[in-house]
């Protein structure tokens, strides 16, 4: 089978065509402290949530969502009260939760 001719440099590898260094590409590249790559934005939680799966009747998720923005979060925030409220003796009041409740009227 014959080769094929060499056709020389790629039409991209032109220094034409290479895109100018700006102080822009510089900041979002990777920072190196050493060998070490440094890490930016936000860090890691101490006490990271789980994804799983939950089934929910329509009605309850619907419901949820149509609180808007946040909904998983109270939905959290309601799971963590109703197990608060289990581990209460009969008779006690539940504490209040150090997060803000948000009410939408």
């Known amino acids: 089978m014959p080769r094929k001719p ?10 034409d065509d290479a ?6 590409f510089f900041e979002r590249a990777a ?7 440094v890490r930016r934005g936000r ?4 006490a ?3 994804l799983v799966t939950l089934r929910l009747d ?5 419901g949820l969502r149509a609180t808007g923005p ?3 979060t109270r939905a959290n925030q309601a799971l963590r009260a109703f197990l608060d409220q289990r581990a209460q003796p009969a008779g006690a009041k539940a504490p209040r939760s ?3 409740q948000h009410r939408r009227g």
């Open 31 to 37: 920072l190196y402290d050493g060998p070490r790559l």
């Open 6 to 15: 060499h056709a020389g440099p790629s039409p991209s590898a032109s220094d």
């Open 43 to 46: 860090p890691p939680a101490a």
């Open 98 to 100: 150090a997060t803000p």
């Open 48 to 50: 990271p949530k789980r």
């Open 19 to 24: 895109p100018e260094l700006t102080e822009a």
């Open 58 to 62: 329509p009605a309850v998720l619907d």
């Open 70 to 72: 946040g909904w998983q």
